[in-house]
């Protein structure tokens, strides 16, 4: 990781070159990255990395989930594009169509061209209300080995889609994001615990949230809410 940053120092500080698209795009996310140290939440990391991809690749629709170790489920925390009210809060099983695939892999973003062909593919995972999928990609948010999460890229609005560099970007982001999300836990190997994660996103939504507690976060998450609001 301190090599990457190293390289990607250098090319922020390059004035006496023109960058590549590529390069430049790396750029843009690493500088763009470090305001996530001025962020306080996980949704608000969720959220404002959702914001950045759209920036970086731009998609019709993204969606960022959080694990849910108890339950072996990654649950909707985020979402951008149509059907995003309808999805927040469900529980997608942990080896269920492609995000299992991506699972499995979790040192790297998975782009998947023509993903409906692909017998992995599970409409009711993978799919997205409202959308016809062309291309997805799989950015896993892992740290110390632990996986924290997904975040789901869908159909890149450029007329080729995702292109074969985008995972090596989409991968960098997603290493930040994952950092982010341990440090608001301490950074310790045994302070990663996603449920604990998921419930300052409960926190975050507010708990008149009822279509996320319709999804199943249990009563925990919200009586842990009560005593955040009342300290």
Request: overall charge negative.
């Amino acid at each position: 990781m301190e090599l990457i940053e190293s390289v990607l120092e250098g090319v922020v500080a390059t004035t006496d070159r023109s960058l590549t698209e590529h390069d430049q795009r790396l750029a843009t996310a690493f500088e763009a990255s470090q305001d996530l140290l001025f962020l306080s939440t996980p949704l608000e990391g969720l959220e404002f990395t959702l914001e950045l991809f759209d920036d970086l690749l731009g998609t019709e629709a993204q969606t960022a989930c959080l694990y849910d170790i108890d339950h072996d489920v990654y649950r909707v925390a985020a979402a951008t594009g149509p059907g995003s009210d309808a999805i927040r809060g469900r529980a997608i099983p942990f080896q269920a169509g492609l995000f299992g695939a991506a699972a499995k892999t979790p040192q790297s973003a998975m782009r998947v061209p023509n993903a409906t062909s692909d017998p992995r593919f599970d409409e009711a995972s993978d799919g997205r209300e409202g959308l016809a999928i062309r291309d997805l990609m799989y950015v896993p948010l892992v740290a110390q080995g632990r996986s924290l999460g997904m975040v789901q890229l869908v159909n890149r609005s450029h007329a080729k889609g995702f292109s074969q560099a985008d995972p090596d970007l989409a991968t960098y982001v997603g290493q930040q994001l994952a950092r982010f999300l341990v440090g608001l836990r301490g950074g310790g190997h045994n302070d990663i615990h996603a449920p604990d994660l998921l419930d300052l996103v409960v926190g975050d939504l507010g708990e008149d949230d009822l279509l996320l507690q319709a999804h199943g976060v249990v009563a925990t998450a919200i009586e842990a809410l009560r005593v955040e609001t009342t300290e």
